[in-house]
């Protein structure tokens, strides 16, 4: 039988509004072989920190609910006031990579060094040191887990087992679902390799609320994901306001950041209920010979 993950009283779920604020990086990373000279994708960007990040972070304001916003160091860096800006309204600021790194394509070294460098920045520029991590694509490796806690981060957000936090090893975890991530809606490079055009506002919302509706009635912790550069855009912001609608309104519903959730999933009793191993499972003898007996029939 499917155990429930017990929350505190009077509360029967839980939603944390995140932020992946993301511009440049991503395209640096990309190209970090070979340059690339298209502005295409690079201009829908920088939307995010000239115009989108303030629109939501006035939509916040309005609902008066703290997000989780995962800032790559680049951002950070080459806009000396973003992370004032955050903090400022009193939201979580969490480790997004140096210049969106994939986990899996670095070395257990160079991901230290990129921890290491996010930490400094954030303590430099906010005086709080972060306690989360998101990884780039939402990719994880065993080992990354290991650079995480020699850093002194109490939690990843970066994978989805669970509908609600759990812990791998001795990482705790707060879920990413993917049908409630902006990017996978309304990202379009118009390069030709898209492969169907940006969903509208109108029709994304219906779905992102069913799914919020969903988690919620089984007891899990919704988790929405947004971009500045795409939901940020003034004609998707009803889509955050939907969504910030939607928590306000529904009774037994938690609004949290993500430090908050997984604070609270440490201390309370789900710590021991919902842990699991990060080691990758290996094929066995008898797994191999068995494949190759089909193959060969």
């Known amino acids: 039988m499917k155990e429930p993950y017990r929350w505190p009283e009077n509360i029967r779920a839980a939603f944390c509004f995140t932020i992946d604020v993301d511009a440049e990086s991503p395209q640096l990373w990309r190209g970090r072989r070979q340059t690339s000279l298209s502005m295409n994708e690079l201009e829908?960007?920088?939307?995010?920190?000239?115009?989108?990040?303030?629109?939501?972070l006035e939509t916040l304001r309005r609902y008066e609910v703290r997000a989780t916003?995962?800032?790559?160091?680049?951002?950070?860096?080459?806009?000396?006031?973003?992370?004032?800006?955050?903090?400022?309204?009193?939201?979580e600021i969490g480790l997004h990579g140096v210049l969106h790194e994939v986990v899996s394509e670095l070395t257990p070294d160079e991901?230290?060094?990129?921890?290491?460098?996010?930490?400094?920045?954030?303590?430099r520029r906010t005086g709080t040191k972060p306690a989360g991590f998101r990884s780039p694509a939402w990719e994880m490796t065993p080992w990354a887990f290991d650079v995480l806690q020699k850093a002194g981060l109490s939690y990843d957000s970066s994978l989805s087992g669970h509908d609600h936090p759990y812990s791998l090893d001795d990482t705790i975890e707060i879920p990413i679902q993917w049908p409630i991530d902006d990017a996978v809606f309304f990202r379009y490079s118009g390069t030709g390799n898209d492969r169907w055009p940006p969903r509208s506002t109108a029709e994304t919302v219906k779905s992102w609320l069913d799914v919020c509706e969903g988690i919620e009635r089984h007891g899990g912790a919704v988790i929405?994901?947004?971009?500045p550069w795409l939901t940020g855009r003034s004609y998707r912001i009803p889509l955050a306001e939907a969504l910030l609608e939607h928590a306000r309104n529904t009774a037994g519903l938690w609004i949290c950041t993500a430090g908050e959730l997984a604070a609270y999933h440490a201390a309370s009793p789900n710590l021991g209920s919902f842990r699991h191993s990060r080691e990758l499972p290996v094929p066995s003898s008898f797994m191999l010979q068995g494949e190759l007996a089909c193959l060969s029939a």
């Open 44 to 56: 829908q960007r920088r939307y995010g920190l000239r115009e989108g990040i303030w629109n939501l």
């Open 69 to 91: 916003c995962f800032v790559p160091v680049y951002e950070a860096e080459t806009r000396p006031w973003l992370l004032e800006a955050l903090a400022r309204d009193n939201h």
């Open 111 to 123: 991901f230290a060094r990129i921890v290491e460098k996010g930490v400094e920045t954030v303590v």
């Open 224 to 227: 929405p994901t947004v971009h």
